[in-house]
């Protein structure tokens, strides 16, 4: 895995993943919309021992630029081993509620512009014949929650739309790999309380990093999460819909 596009490259979890990516002398193609802390992240994987780091500032609400971005890629880089999608933006949920508009942009971010990469990037590693696609969604998209639906259905859709493509890319042996965070203490939740259940960057991209280096399927970061996901999951409805969650 030694060629590899990250998009939201500036999250704290894609750091810390492409940090030990970047320990293993991967070359790297870091796309966000934020030139400055775009070039800040790129110095520091270069510190770290990345054999070569490019940058692209791109809208990622901008499905056209993202349906582009795995030939980019492969031009930039001289070829594609890895697909690793952050991107991600926690709406308020009163104001989609109020607002489809916000709604469909909000669902566009989190859903259609990482299968849109997801699906570029499956016909390249598939005439290949190997690669990984790595995409960030969510515990949230377990089941709706009143408290943060649009997230969470956007995460669902992702984790489903993947959960298909693995089956389409099994024979070509490129892996597809669906990493759920539970809480994470990053800048997109700075506004939420803490508590103990929150996990640091640094854990997550860890876990992410590893995740992709042995092509897992479906991994909860932390992992107890997928305990917490289960118990949510089998919980009957009239139970969940009382929750004030
Ligand atoms: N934190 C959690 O509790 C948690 C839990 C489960 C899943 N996740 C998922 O983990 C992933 C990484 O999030 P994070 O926690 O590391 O938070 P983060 O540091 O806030 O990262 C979010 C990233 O999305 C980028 N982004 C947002 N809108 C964009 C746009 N229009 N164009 C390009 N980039 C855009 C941000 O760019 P800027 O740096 O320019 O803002 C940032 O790089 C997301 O997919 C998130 O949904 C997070």
Redesign the pocket.
């Known amino acids: 895995m030694k060629r590899i596009l990250i998009?939201?490259?500036?999250?704290?979890?894609?750091q810390q993943a492409a940090r030990r990516f970047a320990a293993d002398a991967a070359a790297l193609l870091l796309?966000?919309?934020?030139a400055d802390?775009l070039a800040a992240v790129a110095d520091d994987l270069r510190a770290r021992g990345a054999s070569e780091v490019k940058t692209e500032v791109?809208?990622?609400?901008d499905l056209a630029r993202c349906s582009r971005l795995i030939g980019e890629a492969v031009e930039q880089l001289g070829g594609l081993d890895a697909l690793l999608v952050?991107?991600?933006?926690?709406p308020d949920q009163g104001v989609c509620e109020t607002n489809p508009v916000q709604t469909l942009r909000e669902f566009s971010?989190?859903a259609m512009g990482p299968m849109t990469l997801a699906l570029r990037a499956a016909t390249h590693f598939e005439g290949q014949r190997s690669g990984c696609i790595a995409v960030?969604?969510?515990?949230?998209g377990v089941r709706g929650r009143r408290s943060n639906y649009v997230?969470g259905s956007a995460?669902a859709a992702v984790s489903t739309f993947l959960e298909g493509l693995r089956g389409r890319m099994r024979e070509a042996g490129v892996s597809v790999v669906d990493i759920?965070?539970?809480?994470?203490?990053?800048?997109?939740?700075a506004q939420l309380a803490k508590n103990p259940l929150f996990a640091t960057?640094s854990t997550v991209g860890n876990r992410v990093y590893r995740a992709m280096r042995a092509g897992d399927a479906v991994v909860y970061a932390p992992w107890f999460w997928r305990w917490i996901a289960l118990a949510i999951q089998l919980m009957p409805r009239s139970i969940f819909l009382k929750l004030p969650i």
């Open positions: 998009t939201g490259a500036t999250s704290a979890i894609a796309v966000g919309r934020d802390k791109v809208d990622l609400l952050a991107q991600g933006t926690l971010l989190n960030i969604t969510s515990v949230a997230y995460k759920r965070p539970g809480f994470v203490d990053t800048p997109m939740t960057a």
